[in-house]
């Protein structure tokens, strides 16, 4: 059984352009027939399944051939991602790592450099407590130069020139008291109480 079609319908069907098709009924490759001053393609209704079927099953072939291709090439995109994501993973480890030593070096060094400064401070320090101050020499420079000079409390008070009995009283009280808190400036031989000619006595009147 045959049927007629149009050859823009069959060039649908074939997936072929119009040209093609009518470059084959010229050539005779195509059975045509013109009806009304139209050309229509003649078509065995068994050779055109078998042609469809098999044009579908080769369609279907490269559709999957091409799926594969596909899939294969994506496959390989991920293979390649993985490889870099786990390389970008080892190089941001070691620079962690890196970076980490490099903190542990720094704060060494900063608790060494705070460790030296805080010894040379104590020794700095130590040396100045150990030092005698300007004045403190040049007293002791002093005395040594010209030699001890102690007087008896009573001549003190009278050069102090403290008469009244009660204020001797109690500058002797004073000068007693500082004597037993080991005062440099006082000391007491057989019995009598001295006081240092080179020093000064504000507090104790």
Not at 109 to 119: A, G, H, S
């Amino acid at each position: 059984m045959s049927r007629m079609v149009k050859p823009t319908d069959y060039a649908r069907e074939q997936n072929i352009s119009r040209q093609a098709v009518y470059a084959k009924i010229k050539k005779g490759i195509l059975e045509s027939k013109t009806v009304d001053g139209k050309i229509y393609i003649i078509l065995d209704e068994d050779e055109t399944a078998t042609q469809n079927i098999g044009i579908t099953q080769k369609d279907q072939m490269v559709n999957i051939s091409e799926l594969l291709a596909s899939k294969e090439e994506t496959i390989s995109v991920l293979k390649e991602s993985i490889k870099d994501l786990k390389n970008t993973n080892t190089e941001i480890n070691t620079t962690l790592r890196g970076e980490i030593e490099l903190l542990k070096q720094v704060f060494t060094e900063m608790r060494n450099l705070y460790v030296k400064q805080v010894d040379y401070m104590g020794e700095h320090k130590s040396v100045e407590l150990h030092q005698p101050s300007p004045i403190e020499g040049k007293i002791e420079t002093k005395q040594d130069k010209i030699g001890e000079c102690w007087i008896d409390v009573e001549s003190f008070l009278d050069r102090a020139n403290i008469k009244k009995n009660k204020k001797r009283k109690k500058v002797k009280k004073n000068l007693l008291k500082a004597y037993q808190e080991n005062d440099p400036r006082i000391k007491i031989e057989s019995d009598t109480l001295f006081v240092s000619c080179y020093d000064f006595y504000e507090d104790m009147l």
